[in-house]
């Protein structure tokens, strides 16, 4: 089996070695370059051709969503983003999700994150995931107006997913009308720090107002929450009629996750049965979902997974549609229709 190659493109040479360091030290990677520079970085992907880019956001000559946007629009490659622990540096790494990027990694200190030796088991793991996955030319979506919600839910979706799924959720969320009348619960495994402006960057791009969730939050029609990254988010209904609020926890980890899909999908399927709740399940590696879908399809609720063809990862929506359970298994751009078709059928 050939060795994964990987080339770096890091604004620090201390920090380009102790990257080179963490991967050259498993035998299944090799460093076939790096630099400092975004255009010679372009120049020289292309030449070499790696099977995975290491991408740093701030570069001398260019700035790193920039060197993304070229490499996708040309020459498609496995880019692994790497981001300072900031709420800038979350925003713009949720930014090179949508353009294309197929997964990040957080600098923990800063741009220069010498603690990055601590990772060296995530970092490898990343690198060794996305070099399988296929990569296509990326097409940035025009954003959307938001709209307001309401204090009556009648229906409720919940969207799950892992890797590949910040694109997918936005492809999905920037195709539905803020006129729906239900609610959104979105689950996405994700590092602290990122879910924030994660759910920032949906509600930008959909007619559905998003947020991330809060402890306590009421659960409104025409609105969307993200689960925040280290709790698992679960519906319960108020004392009020029709009245549902948010709870967040940290109790242990689902599916070595937390938030967990299956905590969120099996919570909103013991309150919201029959025709109230939809359940849909995008790329992500894993299971996580597969229980919580059958708790929603043994309520009689419905199913969407995503297909094959169309996930980042086949794992999570394959255990859902391998289960029996999916009412469709679809390309992800059939799913924003098919939810519609759901939500306003009666």
Known sequence: MNPIKVFIVEDSILMQKIIEDILSADPDIVVVGKTKYGKEALHLIAEKKPDVVTLDINLPDMDGLSVLKELMAISPVRVMMLSAYTQQGAAVAIKA????????????????????????????????????????????????????????????????????????????????????????????HMPKGFTKSFAERLSWYSGVKTKEAED?????????????????????????????????????LVNYVRPAVDVTMRSAGEIFARDRILGVVLTGMGKDGKEGAKVIKERGGKIIAQDEQSSVVYGMPKAVAESGIADEVLPLEEIPNKIIEYLTNE
């Not at 990027?101 to 995931?129: R, T």
């Not at 409720?156 to 609610?183: E, N, Q």
């Not at 306590?216 to 108020?238: C, F, R, T, W």
């Open 216 to 252: 306590n939050d009421q659960l409104l029609s025409g609105a969307a929450y993200v689960a925040p990254a280290g709790y698992h988010m679960i519906i319960e209904k108020h004392l009020r009629e029709d009245s549902y609020l948010i709870r967040l926890d940290e109790t242990s």
């Open 97 to 188: 999700l949508e353009l294309g990027a197929l997964d990040f990694m957080p600098k923990p200190s800063g741009e220069i994150s010498l603690d990055l030796y601590n990772f060296k088991e995530e970092m490898i793991s990343k690198v060794k995931l996305i070099s399988n996955i296929s990569v296509k030319k990326t097409v940035q979506t025009e954003s959307r107006v938001v709209s307001g919600a309401e204090a009556q839910v009648k229906k409720l979706v919940v969207i799950g997913a892992s890797t590949g799924g910040p694109k997918a959720i936005m492809d999905v969320m920037s195709h539905l009308p803020g006129t729906l009348d239900a609610a959104f619960l979105i689950v996405q």
